[in-house]
């Protein structure tokens, strides 16, 4: 099993930043492919962002824009999603993913939440306007 909590949600202004982080603990993410989905009210669950155990491969929702960054620090079995530029409709429940024995795969797969078995609770984040 792998647990996994988010940190660093919170509320701020349109154009501001927030970094998430993400610990994993029990049986570690190790050797695994990471990923953010967000879930905003009446909208269904999106993928944000997805890197590999090696930080050398990762793939990003359009409505990113280059706006987010994906990183993880392996030593601290911590994952991190700098995000900049931040608009209201960014606003959403931010959860972290991983699945055991994941190691990379299509963007398309990546960015299905079907192919992800471990999930933390979320934290959220607010844009005000």
């Known amino acids: 099993q792998v647990q996994l909590v988010e940190y660093g949600g919170g509320l701020v202004q349109a154009g501001g930043s927030l970094k998430l982080a993400c610990a994993a603990s029990?049986?570690?993410?190790?050797?695994?492919?990471m990923a953010w989905f967000r879930h905003a009210p009446g909208k269904d669950r999106e993928f944000v962002a997805a890197?590999?155990?090696?930080?050398?491969?990762?793939v990003y929702a359009d409505f990113v824009n280059g706006r987010f960054t994906i990183s993880r620090d392996n030593a601290k079995n911590t994952m991190y999603l700098q995000m900049n530029s931040l608009k209201p409709e960014d606003t959403a429940l931010y959860f972290c993913?991983?699945?055991?024995?994941?190691?990379?795969?299509?963007?398309?797969?990546?960015?299905?939440?079907?192919?992800?078995?471990?999930w933390g609770p979320g934290t959220q984040v607010t844009v005000s306007s």
């Open positions: 993913a991983t699945a055991a024995g994941y190691v990379w795969g299509p963007d398309w797969h990546l960015k299905s939440e079907s192919r992800y078995d471990y």
């Open positions: 890197i590999a155990w090696s930080g050398d491969s990762s």
């Open positions: 029990g049986r570690t993410a190790r050797g695994y492919a």
